[in-house]
Structures are given as C-alpha cells and as structure tokens.
C-alpha cells in the first residue's frame, strides 16, 4: 500500500471532505458542531486546512495534510507548535475502511520526518486511554506513554531532528 502526505489544495480538499462524510465519525474529525455530519462541520472542514496552507511558520501555527492510499485521500494528518519552544502536537484520522492496516502508521512516520526538518524538536500527541489503535501507533513509533489523567494519556517523542528555531 503507498501512503502519502499531501497538501490540502482545493481538489485534494474535495476530496478530503467526501471521504470524511462518508467513512469517518464526525467527532474524529471536527469539533462538536450539531450531530452527524452538519453542513456547519463541513464548512469547518474546509477553513480549517485553507486557513492552515501556509503551514508552521504560518498565522496558525499549524501544518495540515492529506493522507492518500494509493493516490486517494483517506485521512488528514497535523502538526502545530505549541506554547513550549522546539515542541510541536500531532493528530491524525482516518477513514474506517482503512485502520488497523498500517496506515497510521505510516502517516505518522512521515509526520515525524517532516516534523524534524522542520525543526520540531519534540512531537507531542494525545488520545484517550482506550483507543488502542492510537496507542499502537504512537506506542510503535517510539512515543513514550504518559500516565492516564481523566481518561487521557498524553504521549512524545523526540524528532532528532535540528535544532529548534521556533
Ligand atoms: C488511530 C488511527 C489513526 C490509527 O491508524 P490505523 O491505520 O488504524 O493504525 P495502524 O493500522 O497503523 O496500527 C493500529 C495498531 O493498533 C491495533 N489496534 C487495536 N485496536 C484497534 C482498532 N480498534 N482500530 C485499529 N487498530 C487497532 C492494530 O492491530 C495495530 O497494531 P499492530 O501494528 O501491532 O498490528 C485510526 O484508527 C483512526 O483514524 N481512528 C479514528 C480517529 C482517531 O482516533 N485518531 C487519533 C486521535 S489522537
């Protein structure tokens, strides 16, 4: 299977939408904004990897892509600075029909790669205590654990990649 990150151009972001309304729970992917996949969420969709294009050294703070499988989009991936300097967190979601075949973790590696020469030094990330695919995931790519605080873990891992600059 080829997994690939991509920027989220218009066609790309097409695309990104259909595939989050038709394979992904809307939680997974936007917040809360009225149950099942509102048009409100769809429109937060769309500003949220357009306002994002210019990336981590953008107004946002914040990278965003798609995850492609064989040239399709199936997922969006994101890295955004935080508060500490060198420190970046992490989030991923995927369509239904893909998990549990690698392909997080492949994304995830590629997020870690760009991360490091990007000057990330430290990548974050935070999930709840029982999805397990995302502990997996996190847990393969060398991520240490931290302990579960109201059901959360948090979890990072050095890029070793170059020196922060942010
Ligand atoms: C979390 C997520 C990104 C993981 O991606 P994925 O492609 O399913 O993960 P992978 O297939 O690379 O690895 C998953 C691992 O967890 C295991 N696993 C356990 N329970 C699982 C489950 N319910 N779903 C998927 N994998 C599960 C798999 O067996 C695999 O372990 P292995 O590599 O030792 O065989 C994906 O499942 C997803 O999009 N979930 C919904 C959104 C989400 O929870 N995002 C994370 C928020 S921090």
Do not use: I, K
């Amino acid at each position: 299977m080829d997994v690939q990150l991509v920027a989220v151009d218009e066609l790309v972001l097409a695309a990104l939408v259909g595939a989050a309304t038709r394979g992904a729970a809307p939680d997974e992917v936007t917040p809360p904004l009225g149950d099942g996949w509102t048009p409100e969420r769809s429109v937060w969709l769309r500003a949220y990897h357009r306002d994002r294009r210019a990336g981590l050294d953008g107004p946002c703070g914040e990278a965003t892509w798609a995850v492609l499988v064989d040239g399709a989009p199936v997922g969006g991936a994101r890295l955004r600075w935080t508060d500490e300097a060198g420190v970046a967190d992490t989030g991923l979601w995927l369509t239904r029909s893909v998990r549990g075949a690698g392909v997080g973790r492949a994304a995830l590696a590629v997020v870690l790669e760009l991360a490091a020469q990007a000057g990330v030094r430290r990548v974050v990330a935070e999930t709840t205590a029982g999805n397990r695919g995302a502990l997996a995931v996190l847990g393969h790519l060398g991520f240490t654990l931290g302990t579960q605080v109201d059901g959360r873990v948090r979890a990072g891992v050095a890029t070793g990649g170059p020196r922060p600059r942010h």
